[in-house]
């Protein structure tokens, strides 16, 4: 019904910056809140930044003033700006949508299949 594609990612050292992006595609009647979350090894998903349909947006207090996530509502896309990355941001980050695909339908959380970011030395 609904697909969220990720790209971007890959390997960068510390102190540098990467983007990705996450394009929903599918029977998208309304997009509300997308949002980026991230899963390291041994540890629970947790919540990176969000961003609503009225573009107000919250962070995790560990990205705060690094990260930075915007959207293209025409595009049904999400980005996610890092800038001074460090080696406790290595994970792989995967998008998130809430979406309706009718009016009469409930909204409801869609998955991307997630991107891979290291860095490392």
């Known amino acids: 019904q609904v697909q969220l594609v990720e790209s971007g990612g890959g390997l960068v050292q510390p102190g540098g910056s990467l983007s990705v992006s996450c394009t929903a595609s599918?029977?998208?009647?309304?997009?509300?809140?997308m949002g980026w979350y991230r899963q390291a090894p041994g540890k629970q998903r947790e919540l990176v930044a969000r961003i609503t349909n009225n573009d107000s947006t919250n962070y995790a207090d560990s990205v705060k003033g690094r990260f930075t996530i915007s959207r293209d509502n025409a595009k049904n896309t999400v980005y996610l700006q890092m800038n001074s990355l460090k080696s406790e941001d290595t994970a792989v980050y995967s998008c998130n949508a809430v979406v309706k695909i009718g009016w009469y339908f409930p909204a409801e959380e869609y998955w991307g299949q997630g991107t891979q970011v290291t860095v490392s030395s």
């Open positions: 599918g029977s998208i009647f309304r997009m509300y809140s």
